[in-house]
């Protein structure tokens, strides 16, 4: 069902009428809640046609209103004239603005100007319907709204020629320094997507790492079970089967491993455990010793904190929570034997940035040797060790992810030392992430 | 006849002791090393006729090992064969110099008939 509202009929006898009506275009179109860039093109489409009329069909009548159906609200505007017509408006129509040089343009650009552009030309006369869309945030102005319009317009003082142009010339200005505003804001809006698109090529990277490392890591058990099921299938009456029998057994549980690995890392990705909390430093690294209080007292081993330069973080809680589990797990397991293990841990801050020191005098590592494999998933540099060799991926990725990074200094012998840049959210960013969820 | 020799280079001490019981079962002298660190030396020590090298032997990599090996003047009689379960392992193994690579999972039926074709190839 279309609704449609009249606002106001002008005839266009003389230039200073095209120039009203381009002047009430621009009026209705703004108290519609069009933008400035938008009542601009609506008054010009209008002013281009009711121009065509005055010059070829010596007058033209000019309707304004609004129209409400199912799907949009528009402006409208119909300007009749009752001319001997256009002949070739087909032609017309087609003509290309930018290789055309001459006059009879102003149908083209104003049907480029409109949402929707019909034109009618018969002998006995030409209507033009310009129609603008009016954004759906806006509600649709009522019948009183409308006539409310009027009575602001009749109050409006008679206005020259002179004052015309120079009125036009101020929204000219004001138009430009809309676009301006606007360019700035799409180069501001480029320089996100820039950072995202980082952002993302080294989410794409870590992926890519990690499915190597994945395959590496499923198809050597893989391997395994294969080659003994080949063997107990070519030798079925072999007697050394028991050996192939604890092969098979430890691949399967490798697999297995694996597996639970892969879920471990997917569950912390997961955006459901993504809650940005104010952090204290303190409470959740005692909470992360207190899983590992009985092996800390039975070793001896002693942890300093020093958490005063910066007490706490707003960060995704989960995450924080992994990273002091890892590292704590990580210096757990590889402390040296012929000394007790000590632990210390810092925070300062550095600009934007929190600083999150992690330092044990445990076994460390050789840097040259695993500098570019430290991160991999399923890395695994101590036969000793039992370990799944997620816990660095885990740490790294976590880190990056949100927008931070981590650097390690180790040597055999001293220990290891973990720093962090970690860069804090703001509580507000709690909004945008739960959107994303759904 | 002369029986040619393999060594086997991989972490995993099962794979080596399928590989080893297997390659040996058919015919060729095989010795195995589990450490990525020694391997070099080993080399230079046995000179075998083929080394099956894994993609990654505790923290190390094949690939890069295989260049230290094509470098080696010592070891200029070595064939190199990278095991790897990466889905580019033809263009590792092209990369790094390798005389072929074996796709894990691994099946004896593939490993026997890639070693034969490099000592065919001579």
Sequence with gaps: MEKEILIMTLDVQNEMDVMLAHRRGMQFAKYSGLSLSEQTRFATAVSEICRNSLEYAMQGIIKFSIVQNKEINYLLAVIKDEGKGIPKLREILERNPQSYKGRGLGLVYARRLSDNFKITSTPKGTTVHIQKNIPVKTSMPSKLVVEGWIRHLEKEPVISAYEELKMRNIQLVELSEELKANSAMVEKQMVEIKKLNVQLSKSNERMKEFTYAISHDLKTPLSSLKLSAAYMENNPTATDTLIYQGIVS?????????????????????????????????????????????????????????????????YIEGHLHSLFHNLLSNSLKYKDEKRKLEIRVATKTASKKIILT???????????KVRDRLFVPFSRFSGQVEGKGIGLYLIKSMVESNGGSVAVDSS?????????????YKLTDQVTIKKDET | MKRNTIMIADDDEDLLFLLKTHLASVGYIVSSCGNGNAIIEKLTQEKPDVVLLDIEINGMEGDALCRQIKRDKRLTEVKVLIMSGKYDIERISLSCGADGYISKPLSYHIIERKISALFSAQ
């Design chain 1, 358 to 368: 992690f330092s044990d005098n445990g076994v460390g590592m050789d840097m040259d």
């Design chain 1, 250 to 314: 430890r691949s399967v549980n490798r697999l297995d491993r694996t597996i639970q690995s892969l879920i471990e890392i997917i569950d912390l990705q997961n955006q459901n455990q993504q809650i940005i909390k104010e952090l204290v430093f303190e409470t959740l690294f005692s909470e992360t010793t207190e899983e590992y209080e009985q092996f800390i007292r039975e070793s001896g081993v002693k942890i300093e904190t020093d958490f005063s330069a910066a007490p706490g973080i707003t």
């Design chain 1, 412 to 424: 055999v012998g001293n220990g290891t030392t973990f720093t962090f840049s970690l860069i804090p």
